[in-house]
């Protein structure tokens, strides 16, 4: 009987597990597919994030280029953006597949609570990579820039050669730095909603949050004021979205609560 006990006990942990891993081979299988699509249109995607830088140096005139120094580096530089533009276009893929493995342990109101979560948090990470994309970029751009000197008088000039490499790594480093920041809303939240935050002690810890958002944004940006004030300003301003979403949470919590106290039949039980 033990034995048998035990064989019961044991199955449904092997069918997670089988179930986990047909989940991680999908999304394996995807990336994939979507690196070798991604590769084709690498020149494409890698002239769209230099694009901010291009039109800066269009704007000053003159022949600029940029340049690779190892006969490899160009590839490797395709295929690191191959890499990166299928994990973003992967998400929503791997995102399914985590609802499909986590949904059949969920209850009815355990899905709608971690549905949306599941739909703000590509959102999000996209508006942060649209932000530095279309305004961070271009600032800091014109700011690097500036120390350009033309030369003359006996001075050598001062120009820039970007790599294609070093350029990519600090445009991918910013973009992931700005997209992870705007995921504030979702984790503040979800650690609110089991309980290990509330909305007071977020609003006690303020000044705290705030220290701490100028020091990530100094530790994750290149060492320029644009940049770092650029990623601590919308944090700060998603810490305090993240109070509301967190007060939010314990109303709606407390009205479960007293919605389960008027329907417990215990409640109405008297002394006699």
Request: glycine content about 6%; proline content about 5%.
């Amino acid at each position: 009987m033990a034995d048998e006990k035990v064989e019961q006990d044991r199955m449904p942990l092997l069918d997670h597990l089988v179930e986990l891993r047909r989940r991680l081979l999908y999304c394996a299988v995807g990336l994939v597919v979507l690196f070798f699509i991604c590769y084709g249109f690498a020149e494409d995607i890698y002239g769209f994030l230099v694009r901010p830088l291009a039109a800066i140096l269009e704007e000053q005139g003159g022949d600029r280029r940029m340049i690779y120094t190892a006969l490899y580096e160009a590839f490797f530089t395709y295929i690191k953006v191959a890499f990166f533009a299928a994990l973003f276009l992967g998400f929503p893929l791997i995102a399914a597949q985590v609802w499909m493995f986590v949904a059949p342990g969920l209850y009815r109101d355990e899905k709608k609570a971690f549905l949306p979560f599941l739909i703000a948090t590509p959102i999000l990470f996209f508006l942060g990579g649209s932000l530095v994309y279309y305004l961070i970029f271009p600032l800091a751009w014109k700011f690097f820039l500036s120390f350009e000197i033309t030369g003359g008088d006996g001075a050598l000039p001062i120009q820039l050669e970007a790599k294609v490499d070093e350029y990519l790594s600090l445009v991918m480093r910013l973009i992931f730095a700005f997209g992870l920041c705007f995921e504030l809303p979702v984790l503040m939240t979800l650690l609110g909603r089991v309980g290990l935050v509330t909305s007071e002690g977020m609003k006690e810890k303020r000044k705290y949050a705030i220290v701490l958002a100028f020091v990530a944004a100094a530790i994750l940006t290149p060492p320029d004021v644009i940049s770092q004030i650029g990623l601590a300003v919308p944090t700060m301003l998603l810490y305090e979205i993240s109070i509301l979403c967190v007060r939010f949470v314990e109303k709606k919590r407390a009205e479960d609560a007293r919605k389960d106290d008027d329907t417990d039949p215990d409640a109405d039980d008297g002394d006699g």
